[in-house]
């Protein structure tokens, strides 16, 4: 069987796929498993896809549809301690690393369908009207689940919006 650019697809696209399933899972080892069920899926039918354009969108596609059947439960947990660690002077890399585990941390309590249309509209600037084809729902489902995840990253993460005046 030949390729037919499938492998240089994945050779450029697999690292950006990687970080959307990193980010609507929040688990490496889930991201992984989201990003091989996917490719595996689309392997079968690279040829079709390859001539109707682009097949980016649809890879995208079948890993929205992968993450919805998975049956267990997604969510990170974190178990909350009554020691603190000794805090660290701060210093630039510091209060990076504290960011992104704000971030991973106030993202694990999205549901999954607001994590995929922040993914696919702020990283990777999607308009409302692409997310909402993408996802098969209407432009209002798409302004509704990204107001309610906006407004839920403010109550449970407000040092995100503090980091963000501050730069």
Same mark, same amino acid.
């Given at each position: !069987?030949?390729?037919?650019? &499938?492998? /240089? &697809?994945?050779?450029?696209?697999? @690292?950006?796929?990687?970080? !959307?399933?990193? #980010?609507?899972?929040?688990?490496?080892? @889930?991201?992984?498993?989201?990003?091989? /069920?996917? #490719?595996?899926?689309?392997?079968?039918?690279?040829?079709? #896809?390859?001539?109707?354009?682009?097949? /980016?969108?649809?890879?995208?596609?079948?890993?929205?549809?992968?993450?919805?059947?998975?049956?267990?439960?997604?969510?990170?947990?974190?178990?909350p301690t009554a020691d603190l660690p000794e805090s660290l002077p701060s210093t630039d890399e510091s209060e990076q690393a504290e960011l992104k585990v704000a971030l991973a941390r106030a993202l694990s309590v999205l549901a999954p369908k607001q994590r995929i249309v922040l993914y696919l509209r702020f990283y990777e600037d999607l308009s409302e009207s692409a997310v909402a084809a993408e996802l098969g729902c209407s432009v209002g489902t798409v302004k509704r689940h990204t107001h309610d995840a906006l407004k839920r990253l403010r109550q449970v993460a407000p040092q995100l919006l503090e980091a963000e005046v501050r730069s």
């Amino acid at each position: !069987m030949t390729d037919d650019g &499938f492998r /240089e &697809f994945v050779a450029a696209r697999g @690292l950006a796929l990687s970080r !959307m399933a990193y #980010l609507v899972t929040g688990d490496h080892g @889930l991201a992984e498993d989201l990003v091989q /069920e996917a #490719l595996v899926k689309v392997a079968a039918r690279w040829r079709k #896809l390859t001539k109707k354009g682009d097949p /980016e969108p649809y890879v995208r596609k079948v890993m929205i549809n992968q993450l919805r059947t998975w049956r267990r439960p997604r969510r990170l947990t974190f178990v909350p301690t009554a020691d603190l660690p000794e805090s660290l002077p701060s210093t630039d890399e510091s209060e990076q690393a504290e960011l992104k585990v704000a971030l991973a941390r106030a993202l694990s309590v999205l549901a999954p369908k607001q994590r995929i249309v922040l993914y696919l509209r702020f990283y990777e600037d999607l308009s409302e009207s692409a997310v909402a084809a993408e996802l098969g729902c209407s432009v209002g489902t798409v302004k509704r689940h990204t107001h309610d995840a906006l407004k839920r990253l403010r109550q449970v993460a407000p040092q995100l919006l503090e980091a963000e005046v501050r730069s």
